[in-house]
């Protein structure tokens, strides 16, 4: 039964990874393999959100998430329109919540929105009436590259319970490292931080890693390493004593992935800054590296949360759910 497979997702919005249940990410992850295969087909497009509008709100620059997003609502079948803040009335001094209103009152079905502050989605969300997906919002979350990056690992490992990830690089900044750490500990995996301590959270001890500052041993026997970028834009002053030193100590190399399990799969949700936290060699090697599969995991699993947001959207229209 079509309805089937959309019964698990019961919230209007994605804000945030943070609440979920694992049957509700197991149920997106689900979802998702349909949509893979769909998009390995040459005619991929569908009709589920025919007479939908889409519209990504990009706050921040963003490359691969956007045009993520976009092609997700087109191969959809949904009218994508793409906002950036270059161009657009906030360079004029809009406000969040007017810039909000004024495209609420074009009646969007989906709004997917990122942003450089932390909560200003989740602020967002509370005023416009369709389906809000967060794109990234400053160094809180990005829920739906911990979901892509969920799936790449099931579909290559089998399971998420009980393997050991390492996640290495600026965790300070980094909402990426954020979502993945609260769905990798939903759903029973064991998640380590490699980083050195000025680019770490004052709260990391609450977030159920554990920490190492030396790769050798916060590497050893994982099964995955999540290698990060450097966030300098979100940096004010200096956190690393030299991007040579950073590479030298830090930097995903042969000799630091020989610590790794021997099949261990390399990830990164890019931008890649070869040289600084990962070689080209390792970031290469089509054995190890999943880092294209994670781009075309991404387009899968945006399809599926649009497509479970306008499902769970039509029901509360027809008052089958709150
Ligand atoms: C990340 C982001 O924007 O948070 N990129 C992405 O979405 N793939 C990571 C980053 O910018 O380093």
Do not use: C, W
């Not at 074009?106 to 809000?132: F, W």
């Not at 002053?237 to 030193?245: A, W």
């Amino acid at each position: 039964m079509p309805g089937n497979e959309h019964s698990g997702y019961p919230h209007p919005h994605l804000l945030g990874i943070e609440g979920l249940a694992p049957s509700e990410i197991e149920a997106i992850l689900d979802l998702s393999e349909k949509y893979v295969t769909q998009n390995r087909q040459v005619d991929k497009k569908q009709s589920v959100l025919r007479g939908r509008t889409q519209i990504n709100l990009f706050f921040e620059s963003s490359t691969r998430t956007r045009t993520s997003f976009e092609l997700a609502g087109k191969r959809l079948g949904a009218d994508v329109i793409n906002m950036s803040a270059d161009g657009s009335a906030i360079k004029k001094g809009e406000t969040l919540i007017d810039t909000a209103m004024t495209l609420n009152a074009m009646h969007p079905d989906v709004l997917v929105v990122r942003h450089p502050d932390s909560g200003a989605v989740e602020l967002l969300s509370q005023k416009v009436d369709g389906a809000v997906i967060n794109a990234g919002d400053g160094s809180h979350e990005h829920p739906t590259q911990a979901l892509l990056d969920a799936l790449t690992i099931r579909r290559r490992l089998g399971r998420l319970s009980g393997l050991i990830v390492a996640i290495s690089g600026d965790i300070l900044h980094s909402r990426v490292a954020r979502s993945n750490i609260l769905l990798l500990n939903i759903m029973g995996a064991r998640v380590r931080v490699v980083a050195p301590p000025t680019l770490l959270p004052g709260d990391i001890d609450r977030m159920g890693v554990e920490v190492f500052h030396d790769p050798k041993r916060g590497l050893a026997d994982v099964d995955i390493v999540m290698m990060l970028r450097l966030q300098t834009e979100r940096m004010q002053g200096s956190f690393v004593p030299s991007v040579r030193e950073y590479y030298r100590y830090f930097g995903l190399d042969r000799a630091k992935l020989a610590y790794a399990k021997p099949d261990a799969l390399i990830m990164h949700p890019g931008p890649m800054n070869r040289g600084v936290e990962i070689d080209s060699d390792v970031a290469d090697d089509i054995q190890r590296s999943v880092i294209r599969e994670q781009v075309e995991m991404g387009v899968a699993v945006r399809m599926a949360m649009l497509d479970l947001l306008a499902h769970h959207r039509r029901n509360t229209l027809a008052g089958l759910v709150a």
